[in-house]
């Protein structure tokens, strides 16, 4: 089975077919089979609203089931800022250097034992049936003092778990304990229920 993921993000894309596969479910951009997926407006007041609105979106518009997943970082220092906002927390979309930035110094001075975060994983499968499936993924831990490591994307080089950042895990040690992992294990739990 063949599902359309409503994002053009490669690293969203290679987590989710890395996970999937095991299924028998072969994840695909639109641009990998030849077509255009249009943009949507991601005006959700949560992560499960705008993962839905965008699976929902794709797939209407490519006939076939859809995946989509809306993820962020939750600082309750912040008061849950940056949450459904992460992507653009420092004015740009996807701009993770500046966002890094934004957050160090919005942390600057906090102790450790206050700079507690979790990342938020909402994902959305919609089948062309209307059968939809909608799933919460959570990882919990603490925002470092500066960058640590190459890996991953997003806040990765600053989120700590059990003392190391994202940025040091390996793609299986991240699967492992991470939302985006948490929230696709829960997924294919349903998914088994119906394919």
């Known amino acids: 089975m063949t599902f359309i993921l409503a994002s053009n993000n490669k690293k969203k894309l290679i987590e989710m077919q890395r996970i999937l596969s095991p299924l028998g479910i072969d994840v695909v951009t639109a641009k990998m089979i030849g077509k255009t997926l249009t943009d949507v407006v991601e005006d959700g007041e949560t992560f499960e609203e705008n ?114 950042a994202f940025g040091r895990y390996s793609a299986e040690e991240k699967d492992k304990i991470s939302h985006r992992g948490n929230a696709l294990r829960k997924l294919t739990v349903e998914l088994e229920k119906i394919i």
Not at 116 to 121: E, G
Not at 132 to 143: D, F, L, P, Q, S
Request: proline content about 4%; aromatic content about 8%; glycine content about 14%.
């Open 51 to 164: 993962a839905q609105k965008k699976a929902r979106h794709a797939c209407a518009e490519m006939g076939m089931p859809a995946i989509a997943d809306d993820s962020g970082l939750c600082v309750d220092y912040l008061d849950g800022a940056p949450g459904i906002y992460s992507a653009r927390f420092s004015g740009g979309h996807g701009d993770d250097e500046a966002n890094n930035d934004l957050l160090l110094k919005k942390l600057d001075g906090v102790p450790i034992e206050e700079r507690t975060a979790y990342y938020v994983c909402a994902i959305c499968c919609v089948f062309p049936d209307g059968r939809e499936i909608t799933v919460r993924g959570e990882c919990h831990g603490h925002i470092g003092f500066e960058r640590d490591g190459n890996a991953g994307f997003g806040y990765d080089p600053l989120f700590l778990v059990d003392g190391k």
